[in-house]
């Protein structure tokens, strides 16, 4: 994150590149530092910390849900990215944070099942 961070931090002031965001891919487990809860990476991300998204890549039970909620206020959990299936709700994940970036109105997939 902190890599990521100065990297955005080098084009801070294009005109080419108004919005900056970080979308951070991760199991969550944390397994080499800093910690995402460390002031290091804080200070980091510090100027754009409300546009910090995070996909949990794995299941339920194999990603940190605590590290993913201090990394982004926003973040989703693909499951198992095993089939087609799942590189589509991954897909349809970047999109989603692409829309909430560019300030776009998209269509969010309906609650509920259908039954024949």
């Known amino acids: 994150m902190i890599a990521g961070a100065a990297t955005l931090q080098s084009v801070q002031t294009d005109p080419d ?6 979308v951070v891919m991760t ?3 944390e397994n080499s530092g800093p910690s995402v809860t460390s ?14 998204y995070a996909i949990g890549l794995g299941d339920e039970n194999n990603v940190s849900a605590t590290t993913l909620a201090a990394i982004a ?3 989703l959990i693909t ?5 087609n299936e799942q590189r589509f709700l991954l897909t349809k994940y970047f999109l989603q944070i692409l829309a909430q970036i560019a300030n776009s109105a998209i269509i969010v997939d309906p609650v509920g099942e259908l039954r024949l």
Not at 17 to 22: D, G
Not at 42 to 52: G, S
């Open 79 to 83: 499951g198992r990215i095993t089939s």
């Open 39 to 52: 002031q290091a990476v804080h200070d980091a991300v510090a100027w754009f910390a409300d546009q910090v």
């Open 27 to 29: 199991d969550g487990n």
């Open 17 to 22: 590149y108004a919005t900056k965001a970080m």
């Open 73 to 75: 206020r926003y973040q």
